[in-house]
């Protein structure tokens, strides 16, 4: 199974409830992480404010702030390879890059959440 | 004293600063020692004069004092375990990771939150270290867990559970998570917190009504995390015969008697100690051999007689609030500890405001209500508003998972709750409710107070951080929006008032709070001490030699600290209700001058 993992901006939370406004896209993608461990994904998230070795520690990931910043994060590399940038993946795309289906039950919910428009599935 | 009969291995002292919790834990390790007991004294306080005490150089490593046989100290400096943290965790990754990525990540953990964990995180050795339960018999702490803290303690056990649950990682532990501390020993501390045989929490308090409502809360949020062995103290009594022959130590002494006479309840029940006020400073190990006695410690007093005549003529309150007037509208906010006396002069600022036709929205989030009792009465151009932190925070909750919870499964609701039980939620909430009733300040007065520093502190990183944040999402150009922060850090919209009282803790804990407002980019605009009896008229010789130790106080704060200050007189009455608040701000003369 493909191992994934994201490299967080500096947060003091995953779901960024501790800051002033809340990302709806930082909620959603706690959620998303947390499904897709549920269902044995292979999913690492790393916190630059609390865990910068790790950032360090990877060609791909001090490159890329070297050359984009800080504020290009989040960075998310599947197999060790740069896969999504500057946002944070869909469930559909965990999914996706896992090679595992969604569960049916969230299928309504996922339709509106992730899979309308272009940009993804 | 009670709460020294059996003790246990732990005693933890606690107490809002410049109640003398350091003096009765030093005196009580004194006194353990004397016992033939191997004590070792723990103090972190960040103005620890254990030290000083003891004439002894401590630190941050364990070190015998040698003229008290069994008597073993440690310092703990919660910035420098800040800082070591910081290091710990940034000097890997200095020269590898872009200057300007570690300089952000830096500013992030310069929250008091980082500090107050990184202080717990020392805490937790000393209370799972085997080696050192063979060592000692007690270990004595001059500070407990608490507010703040202790929502963070409750944490772990949330933690733990979540984790042993198998449902993912709870993951709002902030600056925890990245402690290098096992979470086995973090819970093994909590553990030893809550067992009653391990561990007494003693709270001092001074006979004060205000402060005594504090401690009972104090005292109801840690018996509710389990530590319900608790003992109180009330230090600093004015004895009976001083309140003879001098009006002012007579009131203090009939009201220290009323707040004791009304105790709240919870208080009530527990084993208490009394502490006189003692006729000379606390300092060297003679003092604080005598501290517990019953006696006034004649002797001493004798060797410390007062030299000078300790008046002062100081800048009063009056003289600041004809400043703010000229401006005619503005946002004032009263900044400082938990017991200063923030919300009485933010009262008696409003009114004094509101007396001269100006209009002026008075809100406080004290959770104490206790504005309502002081605004006994009304004035027509003072609006009174209050922002209570429990009721905000749990509407933010509620609004957050109906708003951004809403499309997300029962797990991921689950795990949002859990962010949403972080401690600062509660000053995100806070600060949510202030920047509603801030905009307003371009009409009118707006004055407010705040609850106690960590709060305070935290809502400022808040504002900070979005500050940043929307002037990084803009670009850095087009600056035509107006965040609270630089509403808050704009001298000719904000004026920030530190209140104090005329003692070294309080002093200190006033200047480390403008050194976080500092950093902040905000310059506070005055200074005013509270609660003086050096500018108050009084002949009693322990309220002079009070007087005396107060004079070079108010000095470093006139000299070193304010840009400008104000030194409001201790009153004989509370300064409850519209015409006491007047005089208090020195809209009409005193009444009441005591006769010298």
């Not at chain 2, 819970?187 to 006979?207: H, K, P, Q």
């Given at each position: 199974m493909a191992n994934i993992q994201i490299f967080d901006p500096a947060l003091c939370c995953s779901t960024g409830v501790c800051g002033v406004a809340i990302d709806q896209a930082l909620v959603s993608f706690a959620a998303d992480v947390d499904w897709a461990k549920q269902n044995g994904v292979q999913i690492e998230r790393f916190n630059l404010a609390r865990q910068p070795l790790a950032f360090a520690n990877n060609e791909t990931v001090r490159d890329f702030l070297e050359r984009s910043g800080q504020e290009a994060l989040p960075l998310v590399l599947v197999d060790g390879q740069l896969a999504l940038a500057s946002r944070y993946p869909e469930r559909c795309d965990l999914a996706r890059w896992a090679g595992i289906a969604q569960p049916a039950k969230l299928e309504a919910v996922a339709a509106s959440d992730c899979c309308s428009g272009s940009r993804c599935c | 004293m009670n709460f020294l009969t059996n003790p246990p291995r732990f005693l933890f002292f606690t107490g809002k600063g410049g109640v003398g919790k350091t003096s009765i834990a030093c005196a009580a390790a004194v006194r353990l020692a004397a016992a033939e007991?191997?004590?070792?004294?723990?103090?972190?306080?960040?103005?620890?004069?254990?030290?000083?005490?003891?004439?002894?150089?401590?630190?941050?490593?364990?070190?015998?004092?040698?003229?008290?046989?069994?008597?073993?100290?440690?310092?703990?400096?919660?910035?420098?375990?800040?800082?070591?943290?910081?290091?710990?965790?940034?000097?890997?990754?200095?020269?590898?990771?872009?200057?300007?990525?570690?300089?952000?990540?830096?500013?992030?953990?310069?929250?008091?939150?980082?500090?107050?964990?990184?202080?717990?995180?020392?805490?937790?050795?000393?209370?799972?270290?085997?080696?050192?339960?063979?060592?000692?018999?007690?270990?004595?702490?001059?500070?407990?867990?608490?507010?703040?803290?202790?929502?963070?303690?409750?944490?772990?056990?949330?933690?733990?559970?979540?984790?042993?649950?198998?449902?993912?990682?709870?993951?709002?532990?902030?600056?925890?998570?990245?402690?290098?501390?096992?979470?086995?020993?973090?819970?093994?501390?909590?553990?030893?917190?809550?067992?009653?045989?391990?561990?007494?929490?003693?709270?001092?308090?001074?006979?004060?009504?205000?402060?005594?409502?504090?401690?009972?809360?104090?005292?109801?949020?840690?018996?509710?995390?389990?530590?319900?062995?608790?003992?109180?103290?009330?230090?600093?009594?004015?004895?009976?015969?001083?309140?003879?022959?001098?009006?002012?130590?007579?009131?203090?002494?009939?009201?220290?008697?009323?707040?004791?006479?009304?105790?709240?309840?919870?208080?009530?029940?527990?084993?208490?100690?009394?502490?006189?006020?003692?006729?000379?400073?606390?300092?060297?190990?003679?003092?604080?051999?005598?501290?517990?006695?019953?006696?006034?410690?004649?002797?001493?007093?004798?060797?410390?007689?007062?030299?000078?005549?300790?008046?002062?003529?100081?800048?009063?309150?009056?003289?600041?609030?004809?400043?703010?007037?000229?401006?005619?509208?503005?946002?004032?906010?009263?900044?400082?500890?938990?017991?200063?006396?923030?919300?009485?002069?933010?009262?008696?600022?409003?009114?004094?405001?509101?007396?001269?036709?100006?209009?002026?929205?008075?809100?406080?989030?004290?959770?104490?209500?206790?504005?309502?009792?002081?605004?006994?009465?009304?004035?027509?151009?003072?609006?009174?508003?209050?922002?209570?932190?429990?009721?905000?925070?749990?509407?933010?909750?509620?609004?957050?998972?109906?708003?951004?919870?809403?499309?997300?499964?029962?797990?991921?609701?689950?795990?949002?709750?859990?962010?949403?039980?972080?401690?600062?939620?509660?000053?995100?909430?806070?600060?949510?409710?202030?920047?509603?009733?801030?905009?307003?300040a371009g009409r009118r007065f707006v004055v407010m107070d705040t609850a106690p520093t960590g709060h305070t502190l935290l809502l400022l990183d808040a504002t900070g951080a979005y500050h940043r944040e929307v002037a990084r999402q803009m670009g850095g150009k087009g600056m035509n929006f107006t965040t609270p922060m630089m509403q808050l850090q704009d001298p000719k919209q904000t004026k920030v008032i530190i209140a104090t009282l005329a003692e070294t803790t309080p002093i200190l804990e006033a200047a480390s709070l403008q050194a976080d407002l500092r950093r902040a980019g905000i310059e506070p605009w005055a200074w005013i001490v509270n609660a003086s009896v050096a500018v108050a008229d009084t002949c009693s010789p322990l309220l002079r030699r009070r007087a005396a130790t107060e004079l070079r106080e108010i000095e470093a704060v006139a000299t070193h600290h304010a840009l400008r200050h104000a030194v409001v007189p201790l009153l004989q009455a509370e300064p409850v209700g519209v015409g006491r608040l007047l005089e208090l701000a020195g809209e009409v003369p005193l009444k009441t001058t005591t006769g010298a």
């Open positions: - | 007991r191997r004590v070792l004294l723990v103090s972190t306080d960040p103005a620890s004069n254990v030290g000083q005490v003891f004439g002894v150089a401590i630190g941050n490593r364990i070190t015998s004092i040698t003229a008290v046989p069994g008597l073993d100290a440690l310092e703990i400096d919660p910035q420098a375990a800040a800082q070591a943290y910081r290091d710990r965790l940034l000097g890997p990754v200095r020269g590898r990771l872009p200057d300007a990525v570690v300089k952000g990540i830096e500013e992030q953990l310069s929250g008091a939150c980082t500090t107050e964990i990184a202080a717990f995180d020392e805490f937790t050795a000393l209370l799972t270290d085997a080696a050192l339960m063979v060592d000692y018999d007690h270990i004595l702490f001059d500070t407990a867990p608490t507010g703040h803290t202790i929502r963070l303690l409750q944490l772990p056990g949330a933690w733990s559970g979540f984790l042993d649950a198998g449902k993912g990682d709870a993951s709002c532990l902030g600056p925890l998570a990245g402690l290098e501390k096992q979470r086995a020993q973090y819970r093994a501390a909590v553990e030893a917190l809550a067992d009653s045989s391990r561990t007494r929490l003693v709270l001092v308090a001074r006979a004060q009504k205000a402060t005594l409502r504090e401690v009972a809360r104090t005292h109801e949020e840690l018996a509710a995390i389990g530590l319900t062995r608790q003992y109180l103290v009330i230090n600093g009594e004015l004895p009976t015969g001083e309140a003879k022959d001098d009006a002012l130590a007579a009131a203090i002494h009939a009201r220290e008697r009323a707040a004791l006479g009304e105790l709240p309840e919870t208080l009530a029940a527990l084993p208490c100690d009394h502490i006189a006020l003692k006729a000379y400073n606390l300092v060297g190990l003679e003092a604080l051999r005598h501290l517990f006695d019953e006696d006034g410690g004649g002797d001493l007093a004798a060797a410390q007689a007062v030299e000078s005549d300790p008046h002062l003529d100081a800048p009063a309150l009056a003289d600041l609030i004809n400043d703010i007037a000229a401006d005619g509208h503005g946002l004032i906010m009263l900044m400082g500890k938990g017991g200063v006396g923030k919300t009485t002069l933010a009262a008696a600022i409003s009114v004094a405001l509101a007396q001269r036709g100006l209009p002026v929205h008075l809100t406080t989030s004290d959770p104490a209500a206790h504005l309502a009792e002081t605004m006994d009465g009304t004035l027509p151009d003072l609006a009174v508003s209050r922002i209570d932190p429990q009721v905000e925070t749990e509407r933010y909750r509620k609004q957050i998972m109906a708003s951004k919870g809403a499309q997300l499964d029962e797990q991921g609701r689950k795990l949002l709750e859990e962010d949403l039980r972080s401690p600062c939620t509660e000053e995100i909430a806070v600060f949510r409710a202030f920047s509603r009733v801030i905009r307003e």
